[in-house]
């Protein structure tokens, strides 16, 4: 997950939050935001939120050209509308259209995220679920050599809690991430196996790793490698 900090707000959202005609409570939360959205509203919130994130998915963190993407509400507009036109409850998610992503060669389970059926149906508990804008949020989770996410050995009862719902809702551990996770992890111990006698190339490796490019970074999955490949890093 991405430790997202927002920073000021775009103008256009700003306006439309401050509308006096629903005092930025809309009735229809859907219906007015889907309007906002058709009216160029997205192309600011696009901008400011992509080197925000590094240009990776606020939860999986996969590139978000992967699958395209969406402008994702981390807690529900339909059932927080005050929060529908707020910026500080905006993120950027994977996947532009569900519908165009699955295909024969995907199980059936692998819509995760802001697609997620459990996310996108509002099916969860807001008090467990771990949002992205949580200081240091990504340090409750572990990522195992496998692929798979799970709880830091370090969370209280409480969290391990919040740790594994968050992980259901999301669908962070469907068997397409897993298999995408553990892939990039196993390729970055080969390199640095590769390179372990040579210590210039092996920290332009690790720069290449972590390091953004022009506000993005290059590789998805970048906590995850992180945990791993630090251990390497002097």
């Known amino acids: 997950m991405i430790e997202l900090k927002h920073d000021d707000p775009p103008h256009k959202l ?99 995220c802001g697609h997620a059926p459990l996310k996108k149906t509002n099916t969860y508990n807001e008090n467990l679920f771990i949002k992205p804008t949580e200081a240091n949020c990504n340090s409750l989770f572990s990522y195992e050599i ?34 995408e996770r553990e892939e990039i992890i196993l390729q970055g111990y080969e390199i640095i196996k590769e390179l372990q006698g040579e210590p210039e190339l092996l920290n332009h490796f690790f720069e290449l790793e972590f390091e953004k490019v022009n506000s993005k970074y290059l590789f998805p999955f970048v906590n995850a490698r992180k945990e791993h490949y630090s251990l390497f890093k002097k």
């Open 146 to 179: 496998n692929g798979k996410i799970g709880s830091n050995n370090n969370n209280s009862e409480f969290d391990k809690q919040r740790v594994e719902h968050t992980l259901e809702v999301l669908n962070l551990n469907c068997y397409r991430l897993i298999r």
């Open 14 to 112: 700003e306006q439309r939050k401050n509308n006096p005609n629903d005092n930025g409570t809309p009735e229809n939360p859907r219906k007015a935001w889907s309007n906002f959205y058709r009216n160029n509203g997205k192309q600011e919130i696009h901008e400011k939120l992509i080197p925000l994130q590094g240009d990776l998915c606020v939860y999986c963190e996969n590139k978000l050209d992967k699958h395209g993407f969406h402008i994702e509400h981390i807690l529900s507009k339909t059932q927080n509308p005050l929060l529908t036109f707020e910026y500080s409850n905006l993120s950027l998610s994977c996947v532009s259209d569900e519908k165009k992503f699955k295909d024969k060669e995907i199980d059936d389970n692998s819509i995760s």
